[in-house]
Nanobody, 120 residues
Framework: QVQLVESGGGLVHTGGSLTLSCAAS????????MSWYRQAPGKQRELVAA???????NYAEFVKGRFTISRDNAKNTVYLEMNSLKAEDTAVYYC??????????????WGQGTQVTVSS
């Protein structure tokens, strides 16, 4: 079955850096776009960054220039490098994939999330 396991979260001071990892299994990783979302307390889950199989990226305005999404197909892993962290980046960060089967049905999967806390 599909599994997405995030890691790398933690507590960091304002201006610091963290790199999140999402290890994927149960599907052909190289064939699907990957994305990172986040959810802060009392707020809706929101897109942070997405990366297509062809290497095209899409970033939320609030992370442009600070975060970088990347993938290693050999390791079935997607990364989110986060720099210049701000208090408002505090959230649970989730990895997401939408797979498609042979008849075109879509299946959405989420990881369990990893907590990122930025303190001033």
């Amino acid at each position: 079955q599909v599994q997405l396991v995030e890691s790398g979260g933690g507590l960091v001071h304002t201006g610091g850096s963290l790199t999140l990892s999402c290890a994927a299994s149960g599907f052909t990783f190289s064939l699907f776009d990957m994305s990172w979302y986040r959810q802060a307390p009392g707020k809706q889950r929101e897109l942070v960054a997405a990366l297509t199989t062809g290497g095209r990226t899409n970033y939320a305005e609030f992370v442009k220039g600070r975060f970088t999404i990347s993938r290693d197909n050999a390791k079935n892993t997607v990364y989110l490098e986060m720099n210049s962290l701000k208090a408002e980046d505090t959230a649970v960060y989730y990895c997401r994939v939408v797979t498609v089967d042979i008849v075109g049905r879509e299946y959405e999967y989420w990881g369990q999330g990893t907590q990122v806390t930025v303190s001033s």
